[in-house]
């Protein structure tokens, strides 16, 4: 299945068509939690960010890595405000459960 560009269409910016894509495949949710993998450090600040690593998220999920479990057990009081900080601003991409694990 070969499609062509109309002969006096424009170009058009990658940035749109990967957006127009994700949006049409239903990906764009996604790949929006994804970027709070990147984004964590500044959503936390620097005292978190310099005992936690942000690894993954699946399913609304995000899972960080924890150095110690002294962080851990503070941070699983946090939990609530932790996603409320990670989810502002958020339309889509948000994250419902956040899941620490002691780092290897």
């Known amino acids: 299945?070969?499609?062509?560009?109309?002969?006096?269409?424009?170009?058009?910016?990658?940035?749109?068509?990967?957006?127009?894509?994700?949006?049409r495949s239903g990906l764009a949710p996604k790949v929006a939690a994804a970027t709070v993998v990147t984004e964590w450090p500044e959503l936390v600040g620097p005292q978190i960010a310099a005992v936690t690593t942000a690894t993954g998220v699946q399913d609304g999920t995000l899972f960080v890595a924890v150095a110690n479990s002294a962080w851990m057990m503070e941070l699983n009081l946090m939990k609530g405000a932790l996603i409320k900080r990670v989810n502002t601003g958020r339309k889509e991409g948000r994250i419902d459960h956040l899941v620490f694990v002691m780092a290897a």
Request: glycine content about 4%.
């Open 1 to 23: 299945m070969s499609r062509t560009r109309r002969a006096n269409a424009a170009p058009q910016p990658v940035g749109d068509l990967v957006a127009r894509f994700l949006d």
